[in-house]
């Protein structure tokens, strides 16, 4: 089963990093300094920020669908992350370093199925989630924290 990991665009984040922290308090984003890694994961380039790289922790809607399933959570952005290019059946190495939620929707944004991916073993729930046909696409979580990952689709 061919599939595709991407991260989120950078232009609707940029701006952020030009506001002060008040200014980003009042759109409930704090400006962080990454002091370990792994543990501040950039939805933009799916990597894990360096230490020292300044980072964003705002509130997203990654499931903006009309469902009982529309959610969003929180998500960090990197200052200077640009866009990840992954290849098909690629897995990013912060997705291998964490357990994670898999969870199917359908085209219409209900979901169809979930199920976790432990230990770096990503691409066999991928495969399991997408082997049902009405499985349009997977979005991955981090299963401690529940916050959104990235989208995956079929390629």
């Avoid at 990197?78 to 969870?103: F, I, Q, T, W």
Wanted: net charge negative.
């Amino acid at each position: 089963m061919s599939f595709r990991i991407s991260g989120l665009p950078a232009s609707p984040f940029t701006a952020l990093f030009a506001l002060s922290d008040t200014e980003l308090s009042a759109q409930s984003a704090v400006r962080q300094v990454a002091d370990s890694n792994p543990g501040y994961p950039c939805r933009i380039g799916l990597r894990d920020a360096e230490v020292g790289e300044e980072v964003i922790l705002l509130n997203y809607e990654h499931q903006p669908a009309d469902t009982p399933f529309r959610s969003r959570h929180a998500i960090y952005v990197a200052k200077n992350s640009v866009p990840v290019d992954l290849s098909v059946g690629e897995v990013p190495s912060l997705m291998r370093l964490r357990h994670l939620s898999l969870r199917g929707f359908r085209a219409d944004g209900m979901m169809l199925a979930a199920d976790l991916a432990l230990d770096g073993a990503v691409e066999p729930v991928i495969e399991a989630l997408f082997a049902n046909p009405d499985v349009a696409y997977i979005h991955a979580h981090w299963a401690k924290q529940g916050c959104y990952a990235a989208l995956i689709e079929r390629a």
